[in-house]
């Protein structure tokens, strides 16, 4: 797809040329892409994208859009990616597409990895008729808000998640489970 090279090094004397390649990923990367989401949505970090990033998040997209599903390659290794799907709604001639994952190797962040991750899957949306580009973050990820600004997006529109915790209602389950057990045994002993 496409290849070049990125400056790393926080001094001229040590930077460092890395040639990057973006490709469409293959099923041998789904678990180092895996991995290296696990590394960057932390509960610490990102809770609401730590929630939903899983195995079958990444086999699922890479399932039914492989041709959105890029890697950012350095040395043969991977240390980035940019996971999306389209949205065709019915009655409408707008398509739309969804950049649902972006992620950097955290030692290589902020060095042109995801601009060129991102500028290529922007370029597979145009490809493919999309019309409007949805991405989404946490409120309080001002480094994400930042890129995506730069990247052009705009119009934020606020979204609320909330959350309930089942740990009481699951423990009140288990008294409900072990006192019917009790009731059970004193009932059955009382008939011997």
Request: charged share 25%.
């Amino acid at each position: 797809m496409g290849s070049n090279s990125i400056d790393i090094g926080e001094d001229a004397d040590k930077k460092k040329k890395l040639n990057l390649t973006i490709r469409e990923m293959d099923i041998d990367d789904l678990a180092t892409v895996f991995h290296l989401g696990e590394k960057l949505f932390t509960a610490r970090h990102a809770p609401n994208l730590y929630r939903t990033w899983d195995e079958y998040e990444v086999l699922t997209l890479f399932q039914s859009d492989p041709e959105f599903c890029l890697v950012a390659e350095a040395d043969e290794e991977i240390i980035g990616f940019a996971l999306g799907t389209t949205i065709a709604k019915s009655h409408s001639a707008w398509k739309y597409g969804h950049l649902v994952w972006l992620g950097v190797e955290p030692g290589l962040q902020r060095h042109g990895v995801a601009v060129k991750l991102f500028n290529q899957f922007r370029d597979l949306m145009l490809e493919n008729g999309v019309r409007m580009l949805l991405v989404d973050t946490e409120a309080d990820n001002l480094a994400a808000l930042h890129f995506f600004r730069n990247m052009g997006f705009g119009s934020p529109e606020e979204h609320i998640y909330l959350t309930l915790n089942l740990a009481n209602q699951h423990r009140l389950i288990k008294e409900k489970r072990e006192n019917g057990r009790t009731l059970l045994r004193r009932v059955g002993r009382n008939h011997d």
